[in-house]
Structure formats: C-alpha cells, structure tokens
C-alpha cells in the first residue's frame, strides 16, 4: 500500500514509514548528495527531525505549513521551521 493511500500518520517521518514506499530512498539520495559545507550537523539535524516528530503539522513525512517534506528540509542549515515562532532550535 502506498503511504498516500492510507490513513495519515500524525508524527511520522518518511523513514519511520519506509518499508511502504520507494520515496524515502529518493529522500536520502537527497540528503546524501547535498555538499557539506550546506548541509546540517548529525546533531542539529536529529534535534529539528525530533522537534518535528512532536510537531501537530506533521502528517506522512510532510509539514502541513509549507507542504515539504521534513526530512528534506532539516538537511539544510539554511533552512528553517515555518512555524509561526518556529519551532527548531537554532543550533
């Protein structure tokens, strides 16, 4: 079954759903190809993704505030939350 084709998952992340899908393997190709000197810290990283994972806009991997996916979007240390304050850490 495809992950879009089921019920939402509240508080999930696309690889806490991916046995189900091939989407998640063309996320972390994402992530894995960005340059370092772009890409958050192993530790920064796993806070945004945690702060995410208790987030109520979190629903099958994506923010329901901009429609991205959290994974792809915390890889970045450009990047921020869109929540209104935002929610990650700023380091």
Do not use: S
Not at 60 to 86: I, Q
């Amino acid at each position: 079954m495809n992950v879009l084709d089921r019920p939402p998952c509240r508080r999930c992340l696309l690889e806490d759903m991916m046995d189900e899908n091939k989407l998640y393997a063309t996320v972390r190709e994402y992530i894995e190809a960005i340059p370092q000197q772009v890409k958050t810290p192993p530790e920064l990283y796993a806070k945004r993704l945690d702060t995410c994972r208790r987030c109520a806009d979190l629903q099958n991997g994506m923010c329901r505030l901009c429609g991205c996916f959290v994974e792809m979007r915390a890889a970045k240390t450009a990047n921020y939350c869109p929540g209104t304050p935002p929610h990650w850490p700023e380091t």
